[in-house]
C-alpha cells in the first residue's frame, strides 16, 4: 500500500471547495496586526510530528481489545502504515521505535524502507514495564528502581541495548518511561527508589553517544496504583538536572493528576532550557489517550502558545521531539491519528496567530479582559484554510481523511494483511 | 489443597498472644455506653462476603500483567481457592459467577464441591464488555445501548442465559454492569442510548424468576474515556425505578469521580430502599480495585457506618449482596483477599461501635466536635480483638494470614497446579 | 448613564471590518448541508441570558476582594447596569433578583426601570446560607434541612416570602440553591437531613402560584466541605419528582466533581422533562465561577449540542431559565460580562451548526471518526460573524465590547458613583 | 483566661478510666520487637506545633462567616487562647504571627504574654494578597510576581518590615505564602512572572539575619483560578535552591491537586535536605482548611511515617516548623484545635509505632502484603493511652477536650469579651 504523489495531487484538484477566499480574508485580518499568514503557513508545511510503532494497531484497556482489520504485523509494515500518513499529510515524517517491539533484523532494510517513505528515526523507547518471554529478571516490582540490584542491571542493561539499536538507526534519543512504583502504602521505600532511579538512569545516560539527547518521562499513577517513583515534572527535572546537560524532561498530556495546568509546567521547562520532548493526546479522567484535540481543544492551544512562545524566545532550550501518544480503541488507528495530526496543526497555527506584541502589551497593563481577548481571537479563527494551503504546498492531501477514504486505504490494508494480524503494542 | 477445622483449632491454640484481656477491656468500656461487645461479635462472626470467581488469578492493567503461581484452571479449583477462603475466615461463604467465564459443565458436581466448602451461589455477572470467539454480534459500540438491535437482542439474551444458569445453581440475583459508553464526544446520542438501556433491562427483568434480584452497576468511566450511559447512582436508580420492585442500584467503591462523597449515596439509597448490592475495593486515583482499606480506611468506615445505620433503620432496603471487587496486580491473590476480609471487618465492628444514641443527641444539638468525637471514638479504637473472638467462635483462624503462610497453601497450589495455569478474569 | 440606539447604530456604521464577505461563505457552506445560515441568525437575535443582580460588583475569594470603581449601590443602579448590557448586546433582557440583596423598597417604580432597558424579571433567588443582621434564627446548621423546626420553618417562610416579592414584579419562578450540608462526618444524619428537606421544599412548592416553577439547584461542596445535601442532579432530580410537575433540576456548570460529563446530565434530564434552569460560568479547579467559555470552551459546546438537541426534540421540557452566574475577581464586572454572552452565543450559534441528519447517520453506523468530524466541524468554524449579523439585526452594537470601551462606559459610571460603593453580593 | 497547672492536676485524679493497663499492654506488645513505648511517650511529650493567630477566631467561606462568641480582638488575647491550649496538651508552645494583623504595638509587652504562657515565636507570616486600608501600591495582579516593579517592590519591603518585627520577638523564620497568579489564561507570562518571584525572594532572602530560615509556600489554586505562579513543590524547590541554602519548601496538606500522593513529596524533600515547614489541616476536596485528621487520618499517618523517617534517616533536613493552617467554620476555634492536635499525636504515635527494621527486610524481599501488615499494625493500633500518659507527664490535662468543657472556657471567654469581638484573619 503506497500512495503516490500523482493520486495525491489529482485529488487535490477535484476538491470542491477553495480554501483561497478564507485565507485571503485572513491574510488581510492579520496582516494589518503585523502577522504574515503566508510566514505561518511555511512553519505549518515544516512541522513534522513522530509516529510511534505501537500506536498503528488498535488499542485497548485491561477489559479487553476489540481487533481491527489489516494492522500492520512487523516493523516493515508499520513503516508503511507511516508511509501512507506521510503521504497524505507530509507532516508525520519520523516514527519513533518501541524495544524488544520493533527490533529489526535486517537494519538496512529497514533504513531503506523508512527512506522510501521519507521517515526519519527519532527517539528510541524502551520497555522495561513488561517481562518479555524467558527474561532472567522480573520488573514486577520495578526496574531502575527495583530493591534488587539484578533487576536493576538487567534494566539498565535493556536501555543500553536500545541505545545500540538506535545508533544503527539513526536515532539520537532516548526516551525513558519507568512504570516503577508501588501499589500499596509501605511497599517501596521512598528515598531508596529515589536513588536507585538517579543511580540507574546516570549509568545509561554515561553511555550515550555524545550527540544523544535523553528524555525523562513521569507519570503520576498506572499501572501503579499508590506512587510512581517519577511521578511529577519536578522529579523529572531533579533527575535530569542529576544526570547532565543533555537529559531533558519529556511532557505526555496525559501524565498529569486533575486540572494540572500544563501549559505553565510547558513555560517552565523551557525557561529552563529543560524541556526535551513532548507527547500528544486528549482525555477526560486520566491517561485516557484518545485522539489529541478531542476533548479540550483549548487545553492544547495554550500548551502550543506557551511552546510558540518558548521556540521562539528560549535558546537555551533544544529543539523538541513531538511524538502522538494515543491508543485507538474503538477508531482506525491511521483515521485517528490523522484526526490527532489535524488537531496538532490546528492548534499549532492559532498559537502562530496570536498577537504577542499587543498579547506582552496588554500583560504589562494589567489588562485582564483584553488579554483573554488576544487568545480567543486567535482560538476562534477558523485556522484550516492555513491547513490546507500548507498541505496544498508540501505536496499533502488538502483533505487527508477524505483522501484517506477515498484510496480504499483500509479496505486494501486488509486485503493486503488479512483482518486477524495484530500489532505489537497495548 | 483443603484446610481441616482440626489444623485450625490446633493452631489457634498455638496462637501466643492472647486477645482475651483486650477484650475485656473493650468489653467494660463499651458497656458502660449500653453497647454490648459480645453482640457484635456474633454479628461479626455471621457477616459473609462474596468472593468473585475472577478475583482468583493475578489481575493486571492494559501495560500487562505478571503471573502467579498455583493460579486456578477451572471453576472448581476457583472454588477450592475460596473453600481455603472461608476455613480460614469462616467469612467468604458465597461465590459470585460470572458467565462465560465460569460456564459449570457439570451443575451437580459444582453444586457438591461449593456444598463441600460451605459455599453458596451470590449474584451471577453477566459480560457483555468484551467479545467472545465465535460471538454473532459485537459489543465493540455497546450491548443494551447498542444503535444495532441485533446487538442488543444477542446481549439481552446472554443476560437471560446467565438467569438459566444461575437458577440451576441456586443463586438469587443477577448484578449487571455495563461497560457502554463513547471514547469521543458526538459518537453516542445519550437520549437513545438511555432509552434503548432502559428498554434492554427492562427484557432482561421481565424474564427473571420471581424470587430473584437485579443489581444494577454504575461507573463514570473506563473502558470508555468519555462518557458512559450508566455514569452514576442517579442513573442507576432512575434504571431501577422504571424496572421494577426488585431492581436496585448496586454500589462500587471504585466506580466514582474524584472526592464523591459515597457514603451519602449510600445512605439514600438506602433511604428510598433501592441499595442491592455492594462491591468492596479502594483506590486512590480511579477504579484502581486495590486491596479493600489499604487507601482509605475512615472513608470506608464511614460508608459503613451508614450501612449499619440503614441495616438497623431501614427496613425498606432488602438485604445486601456483598462482594470483594478487587485486582490482585502484585500480591498473592488469597493473601490480597484475606487481606480484604480483614479490613471489612474491621470497619464493620467500628461501625457497630458507635454510639448511635449518643450521635442522634449531638446531631440535634448540632455539637459538630462531639460528633466527630463519637465517630473518631469507635473508629480509633483497635477491634482486632473482636475480629479474633468472632472467628475463633465460628471455627477460623484467629490470624488467618498468619495461617495462610504456615500452612505453606500457596506453595502446595503451586505444587498442585504449576506455575503457568492462568485463571480467567481481567 | 444609559446608551441610545443612535449612538450604537452611528457606531457600527463606523466598523470597519465587515464580515458580510465571512457570513456569506458561511451561508453558502452550511446551506449545502440543508442548515440555513439566517435562520441561526434569527434563533441567535432572540437568545437571551438573565443577569444575576449580585453579578455587577467585584466579586472576591475568601482571601478578600479587590474592589472595582461605579459599582452599582442599589437596586436601580443595578437595572441601569443590566440596561447597559442589554442595549449592547440585545441578550441581556432578563434580570435575576436575589432576596434580601435587592428588596424593591418601590416596587411600581423598579418595573418602570426595568421596561425602559427592556429588562425582564427572571428567576426569584431566595438566600438561606448567611444570616442577615437580626434574623431569628441562624442558618449555621442549615436551612431547609436543619434538625431544629424553627430554623426549617424560618427558612421556608423567607422563601415564601421570596415569592410574594417575585409576584409583585411578575417573575414566574424560584431558585432554591441550598448551601446546606455538614463540614465533618458525622455532623448530619444524611437520610434526617434530606427528609427534612424534601418537606421543606414541599412546603414551599404548595405555596407558590400555578404558573409558577421551582428550580432545585445542587452542588457537590463549598460552603460545606463535607457533605451538602443536595449534592448532585441524581438528588435534584429525586426531590423535584417529590415536589410535582412545576419542580425542575438547575444545571450550574461550575457545580459538578472534577471531570463530571455534564452534557450527558443536561441530555438525560431533558429527555425526563426535568431540566429547568442553567447558570452559566467557566472553571478549573471548582466552582471556580470564571468568565463563561475562558476555560472549558469546547465542553460549553458540547452542552450546548444537547441543549438545542433536546429543544428541537423533548417537547416534555420546558422552556429553560438562562443566567450568568460568575464572579469577577479581576476584572470589569460589565466587561466580564461581556465576554460572557459572547461566549455563549458562539457555543449556541455552533451548536446550531451542527449537521444533526448527518450526526444520526454516522451515530446508527457507529463511524466514531465521522461523528467526531461533523461535531468539529461546527465548533471549528468561525461564528463570530453570525454573531455581528444578529446584533446588528436586533440594533445591538456589533462588537459589544469594543462599544463599551469607545462609550467610555466605566469612567462614566465612575463619575456618577464614585470609586467606593461597593454592590451586593459575594 | 488562664488555666493553672493545679486546676489540670486536681481533673487528671478525677479521671475516671484509667489508661495504665491498655499502655501496658501497648508497652509489652510493641517491646517484643524492640520498639520501647516509653521513648515514645518521651518523644509525643516534647512534640510542639505552633499556632497561628489567625485561627483563633471563626473562619468562613467566600459565602459568609458565622461568627462565634468570645473572639480574640486582641494580639494579647490571641496569646492568651494559645495559652489555654498549651496548659491543656502542653504542645502548643509556639505561635505563628502574621503582619500585618499582628504587629505588636509594645513589643516588650507581647513577649512578656507570651513568656508568662510559655510560648515561643515561631515563623512569620507575611501578608501579600490583600490590599491594607491605605496602601500606596495595589496586589490586585500579584506582589513578588506583579509586572508593576512598584508592587513588586512594595511586597518586597513588607516582607522586610515582617523580618524586623519577627527579629524582635525572637523568631528565627519568615514564611512566604504567594497568592500571585493569574485567573485566565494569557493575563500573565508565565516565565516573566516566574523570574520576577525569583528575584523578589532572592531579594528578601539576602536580608534575613544569617540564622534565619525562609520558608517557600506552594498551592496549585485559590484565591487564583486559572494558575499560581508556585503552583507546585517542584517550583518551589527550585525558588529554594535560587535563594540559597537556608531557602526551603513549606508543605501544606490542603495545596494540592485531587489524589496527590504527598507523603512521596515528603521524603523527596527530606532527602534533598529542603523541607522546611509544615503546615497541618485535612480536606476532602480543595483547601478545605478543615480539622486535622477528620477527612484522612491514614493518609495523615503515612506522611507522618515518611516524616518520622526523615527525621531519623536525614541530618541533612533541619528540623521541621510545624503549624495548624485550618479554618474553624462551624466549630468553636479552640475545641477545633485541640481536636486538631489530637490527631497530630496519633498519627505522630503510630508512625513512631512502625517497625521500621522488619519494613526494611520486606520491602527488600518485595514482600507487599507484610509491608501493608506493618503498617497497618501501627496504624490499627489504638494509641490513645501514649498520648494520654505523654499529657500527664508533661502536666497536661489527659484529655484536654473533656478538661475544657468541663472548665468552661469559652462561657468565660465570652464574659470577658463578649459576643461580638471578631478575630483578625479569613
Given amino acids: 500500500m503506497k500512495i503516490s504523489t500523482d493520486q495525491i495531487s489529482a485529488l487535490n484538484k477535484k476538491q470542491e471547495d477553495s480554501y483561497n477566499s478564507e485565507l485571503d480574508f485572513l491574510r488581510n485580518k492579520f496582516a494589518k496586526r503585523g502577522i504574515e499568514v503566508d510566514e505561518i503557513i511555511h512553519k505549518v508545511a515544516d512541522f513534522q510530528v513522530a509516529i510511534p510503532s505501537w500506536a498503528l494497531g488498535a488499542g485497548g484497556t485491561r477489559f479487553g481489545r476489540f481487533s481491527f482489520g489489516g494492522e500492520p504485523a512487523s516493523l516493515e509494515q508499520k513503516l508503511d502504515d507511516i508511509g501512507v500518513l506521510h503521504a497524505l499529510t507530509k507532516t508525520a515524517g519520523a516514527v519513533s521505535l518501541h524495544i524488544p517491539w520493533d527490533i529489526p533484523s535486517d537494519v538496512k532494510a529497514i533504513k531503506e524502507v523508512a527512506k522510501s517513505h521519507g521517515i526519519s528515526f527519532d527517539a528510541m523507547n524502551s520497555n522495561t514495564f513488561q517481562d518479555q518471554p524467558n527474561a532472567k529478571e522480573t520488573y514486577k516490582f520495578g526496574s531502575l528502581s527495583n530493591t534488587n540490584a539484578a533487576s536493576r542491571d538487567y534494566a539498565i542493561q535493556h536501555n543500553k541495548d536500545v541505545i545500540n539499536i538506535g545508533k544503527e538507526l539513526g536515532s539520537k534519543s532516548l526516551t525513558v518511561w519507568l512504570a516503577d512504583g508501588a501499589n500499596f502504602p509501605g511497599q517501596n521505600n521512598f528515598q531508596t527508589a529515589l536513588n536507585h532511579t538517579e543511580n540507574s538512569l546516570k549509568s545509561i545516560y554515561?553511555?550515550?553517544?555524545?550527540?544523544?539527547?535523553?528524555?525523562?518521562?513521569?507519570?503520576?499513577?498506572?499501572?501503579?496504583?499508590?506512587?510512581?517513583?517519577?511521578?511529577?515534572?519536578?522529579?523529572?527535572?531533579?533527575?535530569?538536572?542529576?544526570?547532565?546537560?543533555?537529559?531533558?524532561?519529556?511532557?505526555?498530556?496525559?501524565?498529569?493528576?486533575?486540572?494540572?495546568?500544563?501549559?505553565?509546567?510547558?513555560?517552565?521547562?523551557?525557561?529552563?532550557?529543560?524541556?526535551?520532548?513532548?507527547?500528544?493526546?486528549?482525555?477526560?479522567?486520566?491517561?485516557?489517550?484518545?485522539?489529541?484535540?478531542?476533548?479540550?481543544?483549548?487545553?492544547?492551544?495554550?500548551?502550543?502558545?506557551?511552546?510558540?512562545?518558548?521556540?521562539?524566545?528560549?535558546?537555551?532550550?533544544?529543539?523538541?521531539?513531538?511524538?502522538?501518544?494515543?491508543?485507538?480503541?474503538?477508531?482506525?488507528?491511521?483515521?485517528?491519528?490523522?484526526?490527532?495530526?489535524?488537531?496538532?496543526?490546528?492548534?499549532?497555527?492559532?498559537?502562530?496567530?496570536?498577537?504577542?506584541k499587543a498579547l506582552k502589551n496588554a500583560q504589562q497593563e494589567n489588562d485582564v479582559v483584553k488579554c483573554q481577548e488576544i487568545l480567543q481571537d486567535a482560538y476562534r479563527t477558523d485556522v484550516r484554510p492555513v491547513l490546507k494551503a500548507a498541505r496544498e504546498k508540501s505536496g499533502a492531501a488538502v483533505d487527508p481523511l477524505q483522501a484517506y477514504r477515498q484510496f480504499g486505504v483500509r479496505k486494501d490494508l486488509i486485503k493486503e494483511r488479512g483482518t486477524k494480524t495484530m500489532a505489537t503494542g497495548l
Same sequence: chains 1, 2, 3, 4.
Fill in 206 to 356: 554515561k553511555t550515550m553517544p555524545e550527540d544523544w539527547k535523553m528524555f525523562i518521562e513521569y507519570k503520576p499513577y498506572e499501572p501503579n496504583f499508590y506512587s510512581t517513583v517519577i511521578q511529577d515534572w519536578g522529579t523529572s527535572f531533579m533527575l535530569s538536572n542529576a544526570c547532565g546537560e543533555r537529559a531533558y524532561t519529556l511532557v505526555d498530556l496525559g501524565h498529569h493528576l486533575p486540572n494540572t495546568n500544563i501549559e505553565q509546567i510547558v513555560a517552565t521547562l523551557m525557561l529552563k532550557g529543560k524541556l526535551g520532548g513532548f507527547h500528544f493526546n486528549d482525555s477526560k479522567y486520566g491517561d485516557d489517550d484518545v485522539t489529541v484535540g478531542s476533548i479540550k481543544p483549548y487545553a492544547l492551544f495554550l500548551i502550543f502558545n506557551e511552546l510558540v512562545y518558548g521556540m521562539k524566545n528560549n535558546p537555551q532550550n533544544p529543539d523538541l521531539s513531538w511524538m502522538i501518544d494515543a491508543s485507538h480503541n474503538t477508531k482506525d488507528p491511521l483515521e485517528d491519528l490523522l484526526q490527532s495530526l489535524e488537531a496538532i496543526l490546528i492548534a499549532y497555527t492559532q498559537a502562530l496567530l496570536v498577537d504577542q
